[in-house]
C-alpha cells in the first residue's frame, strides 16, 4: 500500500532534548531551592532513579501486565524525592518536578525540523506519538504553531513506547492502517523495535550515529538527518 501517514516522535527528533537543556534546568532547581550541592551532583542522582522508572514501566512479554500508568511529571518528582534523600539535604519535589516539566515546553527545534514537516504535510498525513505529559507536549505544540492530524502523548495511551498499543492508538487516530504509515523516531528500543512490534515501516533518525543494537528489531530505513528521509518518503508513496 503506498504511503498515508508518517508519525513522528518528539524529542531529539523534532526538537532538542540533549543534556546540556537539563543542566539548565538544574541549575534553576539548585538556585532557587538554594540546594548546597551542583546541578551536575543533582543531575546524577536524580537521574539513576528516573533511568529506573523508565526500565520497569513496561512489561513487553505481557504489556497488559505493566505497572500501572504514571506521568513523567509524578515519577520525575518521586525521583527528585529519592535524590534528596539520598544526599541527605531537603528539597522540594514536587516543585522541581514542575520546573523540568516546563522546561520541556522550552526546547529548541532543529534546523530541519519545520522544512520537513511543511513538506510532509503537503503530500501526506502527518501525526505525533511520543512519551511525553500533555501539560508540556500540548504547549509546545502551540509555541510553535504547528498542527498535526493526531496527536498522542503516553499520558493519552495510559502506556508508553515500545507497548505496541501505543503505536495501535496512533494509527487509529490517524486514520490509517500500520502498513500504510512510516514512524520516525531516534531511539531504537522505543521507536524502531516499537513501530516494528505494531506492523510498522520504521526510520531510525540516527543524528548522533550510534551503533545498532542487535538484540532489537533493525530500522528499514535510517537517516542522519530529517532531509535524508525526503527520497525514503517518495519511493514509499509511489509503492502500489
Not at 125 to 153: E, Y
Request: aromatic share 12%; with cysteine; hydrophobic share 40%.
Amino acid at each position: 500500500m503506498p504511503l498515508k501517514a508518517v508519525i513522528f516522535d518528539v524529542y531529539n527528533t523534532l526538537f532538542r532534548n540533549d543534556t546540556s537543556f537539563w543542566m539548565d534546568v538544574f541549575a534553576d532547581i539548585c538556585r532557587i531551592q538554594k540546594l548546597p550541592i551542583s546541578p551536575e551532583e543533582l543531575w546524577t542522582h536524580w537521574k539513576s532513579f528516573e533511568v529506573r522508572f523508565r526500565q520497569t514501566r513496561t512489561n513487553m512479554e505481557h504489556p497488559e501486565e505493566s505497572p500501572p500508568f504514571k506521568t513523567y511529571q509524578a515519577a520525575w518528582g518521586e525521583a527528585f524525592v529519592k535524590a534528596f534523600d539520598s544526599l541527605g539535604i531537603k528539597g522540594d519535589g514536587d516543585h522541581a518536578a514542575q520546573l523540568s516539566v516546563d522546561g520541556m515546553v522550552s526546547r529548541e527545534p532543529y534546523e530541519d525540523t519545520f522544512t520537513f514537516l511543511e513538506y510532509v504535510g503537503s503530500r501526506w498525513k502527518r501525526a505525533l506519538l511520543t512519551n511525553a505529559d500533555n501539560d508540556f507536549i500540548q504547549p509546545l505544540i502551540r509555541k510553535h504553531g504547528l498542527s498535526f492530524d493526531a496527536v498522542v502523548t503516553s499520558e493519552m495511551a495510559g502506556a508508553y513506547k515500545p507497548d505496541p498499543r501505543v503505536f495501535q492508538r496512533v494509527l487509529q487516530e490517524a486514520g490509517v492502517l500500520p502498513e500504510e504509515a512510516l514512524y520516525v523516531g531516534d531511539t531504537l528500543l522505543d521507536d524502531v523495535h516499537g513501530a516494528k512490534l505494531a506492523g510498522m515501516t520504521a526510520a531510525w533518525l540516527n543524528r548522533n550515529k550510534t551503533d545498532r543494537d542487535p538484540t532489537l528489531l533493525p530500522p528499514d530505513y535510517e537517516a542522519t538527518e530529517l532531509s535524508g528521509l525526503a527520497g525514503v518518503l517518495e519511493l514509499l508513496g509511489r509503492r502500489g
